[in-house]
């Protein structure tokens, strides 16, 4: 068997698992507004950040093995992390579209603030976690100093700095999609104005609107933008694509399952085809299409609980497990026996996760 058909075949045992163990095991706080959310989109976010894990999980073995991040990975194994971190992109942009069309009134700074809560204290976290790998492994000398310094400074920044030839792939260089997050972030307020039609004067809100034109027009890649734009369409077309999946179930069937192979097999990382393809299966599942209910599934909605956690820190797993502790060993074509690393991984990654969540993530999110 190819590379591809062992990977796919060990991720879907592993997601499997994840979700019935996630399911009994891990117990997550009451939320008050969990009727209100859609748990297919919870189920999604779950599937993702395991696929990412897999996708990390190839790259390393190119980088260990063949010498190159990625090295002779394929358009699925590509996929696994491109289609991931699209439809983490279009998610994101649709619920917080549908936020500013709800509410014609919105506190802009209580809205940065609590952003500034859910995704900095756990970032802040893995960063110190990196730092003391960095400083139990690699000598750290007085003339470091300024090198430090600019990588505190850059990795804060979300930007990914190698200090002491290391850091670049700790976290699997995660950090660059959280430029793209914020920027959106940063632009919301105008995005408001012009759907209520009324000019904000919250200083928040001005200042958030300068961060965007500096971070979109000089420090960021606008082919990304595409995919936080098409969750547009995505809102407005909501009540025919609810009629389809009302009147139409069997043909709504028949369309995702072949798209769904199609995208992952036969599209182009962030291709024009890839992004309109996407848009259309997302706005399926943002409105209700669950794949039989699989989406539905409580061990995956738990998981979607983590999976900002899980991305963030299954790269360091990667990292420790085969870089630190040297668990494989490389260079010699032995990829059956690596794949049999994946549930470990699996473990390791959501068991840090659910720590880092119940850990950190929770209770400075309840912080007033």
Same mark, same amino acid.
């Given at each position: 068997?190819?590379?591809?058909?062992?990977?796919?075949?060990?991720?879907?045992?592993?997601?499997?698992?994840?979700?019935?163990?996630?399911?009994?095991?891990?117990?997550?706080?009451?939320?008050?507004?969990?009727?209100?959310?859609?748990?297919?989109?919870?189920?999604?976010?779950?599937?993702?950040?395991?696929?990412?894990?897999?996708?990390?999980?190839?790259?390393?073995?190119g980088?260990?093995?063949?010498?190159?991040?990625?090295? #002779?990975?394929?358009?699925?194994?590509?996929?696994?992390?491109?289609?991931?971190? @699209?439809?983490?992109?279009?998610?994101?942009?649709?619920?917080?579209?549908?936020?500013?069309?709800? @509410?014609?009134e919105?506190?802009?700074?209580?809205?940065?603030?609590?952003?500034?809560?859910?995704?900095?204290?756990?970032?802040?976290?893995?960063?110190?976690?990196?730092?003391?790998?960095v400083?139990?492994?690699?000598?750290?000398?007085?003339?470091?100093?300024?090198?430090?310094?600019?990588?505190?400074?850059? *990795?804060?920044?979300?930007? #990914?700095?190698?200090?002491q030839?290391?850091?670049?792939?700790?976290?699997?260089?995660?950090? *660059?999609?959280?430029?793209?997050?914020?920027?959106?972030?940063?632009?919301?307020?105008?995005?408001?104005?012009?759907?209520?039609?009324?000019?904000?004067?919250?200083?928040?809100?001005?200042?958030?609107?300068?961060?965007?034109? *500096?971070?979109?027009?000089?420090? @960021?890649?606008?082919?990304?933008?595409?995919?936080?734009?098409?969750?547009?369409?995505?809102?407005?077309?909501?009540k025919?694509?609810?009629g389809?999946?009302?009147?139409?179930?069997?043909?709504?069937?028949?369309?995702?399952l072949?798209?769904?192979?199609?995208?992952?097999?036969?599209?182009? @990382?962030?291709?024009?085809?890839?992004?309109?393809?996407?848009?259309?299966?997302?706005?399926?599942?943002?409105?209700?299409?669950?794949f039989?209910?699989?989406? #539905?599934?409580?061990?995956?909605?738990?998981?979607?609980?983590?999976?900002?956690?899980?991305?963030?820190?299954?790269?360091?797993?990667?990292?420790? *497990?085969?870089?630190?502790?040297?668990?494989?060993?490389?260079?010699?074509? #032995?990829?059956?026996?690596?794949?049999?690393?994946?549930?470990?991984?699996?473990?390791?990654?959501?068991?840090?996760?659910?720590?880092?969540?119940?850990?950190?993530?929770?209770?400075?999110?309840?912080?007033?």
């Amino acid at each position: 068997m190819t590379h591809t058909i062992i990977l796919l075949i060990a991720t879907l045992i592993c997601i499997t698992l994840a979700a019935v163990a996630c399911k009994y095991l891990f117990r997550q706080p009451e939320n008050p507004h969990a009727d209100a959310r859609s748990h297919q989109l919870d189920g999604l976010r779950g599937m993702l950040a395991c696929a990412v894990i897999s996708h990390h999980f190839y790259y390393t073995y190119g980088w260990r093995e063949l010498g190159g991040w990625g090295k #002779n990975g394929t358009l699925m194994i590509v996929n696994l992390g491109a289609i991931s971190v @699209s439809l983490f992109f279009l998610m994101s942009a649709y619920l917080h579209l549908l936020k500013i069309c709800r @509410s014609p009134e919105i506190n802009w700074l209580e809205f940065y603030i609590a952003r500034i809560k859910r995704i900095y204290p756990l970032y802040i976290a893995v960063f110190l976690l990196v730092l003391a790998i960095v400083f139990l492994t690699k000598p750290v000398h007085i003339q470091d100093t300024t090198a430090f310094l600019n990588f505190t400074i850059k *990795w804060l920044l979300f930007q #990914n700095v190698n200090f002491q030839n290391i850091t670049h792939l700790m976290i699997a260089g995660v950090q *660059w999609t959280l430029v793209y997050e914020w920027a959106v972030y940063a632009i919301l307020p105008l995005i408001h104005m012009i759907y209520h039609r009324k000019i904000h004067f919250q200083a928040a809100a001005w200042i958030a609107i300068g961060l965007a034109y *500096w971070v979109i027009g000089y420090h @960021s890649d606008l082919q990304y933008y595409w995919l936080f734009i098409l969750a547009i369409p995505v809102l407005i077309l909501a009540k025919p694509i609810q009629g389809c999946l009302k009147h139409y179930p069997v043909i709504v069937h028949i369309i995702m399952l072949p798209l769904t192979y199609y995208l992952f097999f036969k599209t182009i @990382s962030y291709s024009w085809e890839q992004r309109i393809l996407l848009a259309i299966w997302f706005a399926f599942v943002a409105h209700g299409y669950s794949f039989a209910n699989l989406l #539905n599934h409580k061990g995956l909605v738990k998981l979607g609980d983590l999976s900002y956690a899980i991305y963030l820190v299954h790269g360091l797993v990667l990292f420790m *497990w085969f870089g630190v502790l040297e668990m494989f060993i490389f260079k010699k074509g #032995n990829f059956v026996g690596y794949v049999w690393h994946l549930p470990v991984i699996y473990v390791m990654s959501i068991t840090l996760a659910y720590l880092g969540n119940q850990f950190v993530e929770i209770p400075f999110a309840r912080k007033k």
